[in-house]
C-alpha cells in the first residue's frame, strides 16, 4: 500500500512512463533525475513499432518528434550481407530528443519531477540522497536502468561480460544514402554493432561487446573499431571518416537477468526488471510498459512482490528467443549461418523480430 506520493529514481523511459500513468492516476508521484540536463544515454536509439505504440499511449509522438522511419532491417557478417523488411514500420531518434520529451509529458501529467537529484543507496526504505538529505516513501519505483543503486543492487553478471559502446557519427552524404530507411546491425566475433540515422542528421553507432573482444584491442574503443573496420568493408566505408564524439561505455550488462520478487515495497521497472539483449531493439519497450504496469499495480493497491512475478514472466517470451539469437549472433559460424538464411528466407527476420516484442 502507498501511505506516501510514490517515488521514483531515475527519469529515463521507464522512470517517466511510471510517472506519467501515477500522476494519471490522481497519486501525484516524485521523480528524481541525477542528470540536470538531458544528454543522450547509450543506447541504439531504435525504436520498435510496439515502442512506438507504448510512447503514444502515454501522449508522445516519435514521429512528430523528428524520428526517422525505419522499414527494413540490414544484417551484415563478415562479406556477405542480408536485407528484410520489419513487420511493421519502426524509426530512429536520440534518446536526448526521446527522453526530454517523456519528463516533459510527465510533468504535464502531474508528476513532480527534480533534475539534479542523486539517489545514493537505499536503506530500510529510505532513500540517501547525494547532498546527504533523505526520503522516506512508502512505495518506490527503482527505474535507475543500466546503473546500480547500493542497497538494491542487481546480481553481478559472471564469466565474459558484455558491455556497451556508443558513438555519435558524422552523417555524410554517403552515410545518410547507405542506412536510408534501415537499421543495420553488423555482427562479429564476440558482438554486434547497430547502426542506425538519427532525427538530428547524425548516425548512432552501438556496439554490445564481449570483455575478451574488448580486451584483445587492448581496452581502447577506437582500436576495437578498427579491427571490426579491417573484417567487414560494410563497416570500413561507413565508419570512414565518420566518428565525431568521443566513446561512451557500460561495463557487465547483465543481458537476460529479470528481477524476482524481492522487497515488498520496491517496484524495479525498465532495466532494473529485465535486460532483453539489445541486439532486439526493445529494451525501450520493456521499460515503458513495466513502467505503466508497476504504476497500474500501485494504483491497485498490488504488492510488489506480484508485481515484479508477473512481469517476469511476461518478458520470459521475447526474453528468451533474443538472448538465443544474440549467442548465435556473435560465433562467425552461426552469425553467417543466420545471414544467409535470411538472404534466403527474409520472412524468417520477420519471425524472429515478432518473437522478441514484449
Ligand atoms: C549497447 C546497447 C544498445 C541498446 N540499443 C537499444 C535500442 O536500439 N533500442 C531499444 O529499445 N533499447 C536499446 N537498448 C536498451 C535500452 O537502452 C534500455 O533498455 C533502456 O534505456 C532502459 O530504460 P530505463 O528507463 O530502465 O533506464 P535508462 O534509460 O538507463 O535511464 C535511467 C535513468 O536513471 C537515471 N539515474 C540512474 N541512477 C540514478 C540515481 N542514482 N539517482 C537519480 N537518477 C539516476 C539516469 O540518469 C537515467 O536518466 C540498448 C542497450 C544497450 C546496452
Known amino acids: 500500500m502507498c501511505r506516501t506520493a510514490p517515488l521514483i529514481i531515475g527519469g529515463g523511459p521507464a522512470g517517466a512512463a511510471a510517472a506519467v500513468n501515477l500522476a494519471r492516476a490522481g497519486l501525484k508521484p516524485l521523480l528524481i533525475e541525477r542528470n540536470i540536463e538531458t544528454s543522450d544515454a547509450l543506447c541504439g536509439g531504435f525504436l520498435s513499432w510496439t515502442t512506438i505504440r507504448r510512447l503514444r499511449e502515454l501522449g508522445v509522438d516519435p514521429l512528430a518528434l523528428g524520428a526517422r522511419p525505419v522499414e527494413t532491417l540490414a544484417l551484415f557478417s563478415g562479406h556477405s550481407s542480408a536485407t528484410a523488411r520489419l513487420p511493421a514500420l519502426a524509426a530512429a531518434l536520440s534518446r536526448r530528443t526521446l527522453d526530454a520529451a517523456l519528463l516533459t509529458c510527465a510533468s504535464a501529467a502531474g508528476a513532480r519531477v527534480e533534475r ?17 538529505g533523505e526520503i522516506a516513501a512508502s512505495c518506490l519505483i527503482l527505474a ?14 559472471s564469466g565474459d561480460t558484455a558491455l556497451g559502446l556508443r ?22 566475433r564476440g558482438g554486434y554493432a547497430g547502426l542506425v540515422m538519427q532525427e538530428d542528421g547524425s548516425a548512432n553507432l552501438c556496439l554490445a561487446v ?16 578498427a579491427a571490426l573496420a579491417e573484417e567487414s568493408p560494410a563497416l570500413a566505408i561507413r565508419l570512414a571518416g565518420a566518428i565525431v564524439s568521443p566513446a561512451q561505455a557500460i561495463a557487465n550488462v547483465p543481458y537476460g537477468w529479470r528481477a524476482q520478487a524481492g522487497d515488498p ?17 526493445e529494451g525501450i519497450a520493456v521499460a515503458i510498459l513495466s513502467g505503466q504496469a508497476a504504476a497500474d499495480a500501485i494504483a491497485r493497491g498490488e504488492p510488489a512482490g506480484n508485481f515484479q ?10 526474453i528468451t528467443p533474443a538472448h538465443l539469437l544474440w549467442r ?24 524472429a523480430a515478432r518473437l522478441t516484442r514484449v
Do not use: N
Not at 309 to 318: A, E, V
Open 116 to 132: 539534479g537529484v542523486s539517489a545514493r543507496a537505499l536503506e530500510q526504505g529510505r532513500v540517501r540522497l547525494g547532498d546527504g
Open 144 to 157: 535507475t536502468g543500466k546503473h546500480e543503486l547500493r542497497g538494491a543492487v542487481r546480481p553481478h553478471p
Open 167 to 188: 558513438w555519435r557519427l558524422r552523417g555524410s552524404a554517403t552515410l545518410a544514402r547507405l542506412t536510408s530507411g534501415r537499421i543495420e546491425l553488423h555482427l562479429f
Open 210 to 225: 564481449r570483455r575478451s573482444r574488448f580486451s584483445e584491442a587492448e581496452g581502447r574503443p577506437e582500436q576495437l573499431l
Open 265 to 281: 515495497d520496491l517496484y524495479r521497472v525498465g532495466d532494473q526488471a529485465g535486460v532483453i539483449p539489445s541486439l532486439a531493439g
Open 309 to 318: 512475478r508477473t512481469f517476469s514472466r511476461r518478458l520470459w517470451g521475447p
Open 328 to 351: 548465435a549472433a556473435e560465433i562467425p559460424a552461426t552469425a553467417s549461418l543466420l545471414v544467409g538464411a535470411v538472404a534466403i528466407a527474409p520472412s524468417l527476420a520477420s519471425l
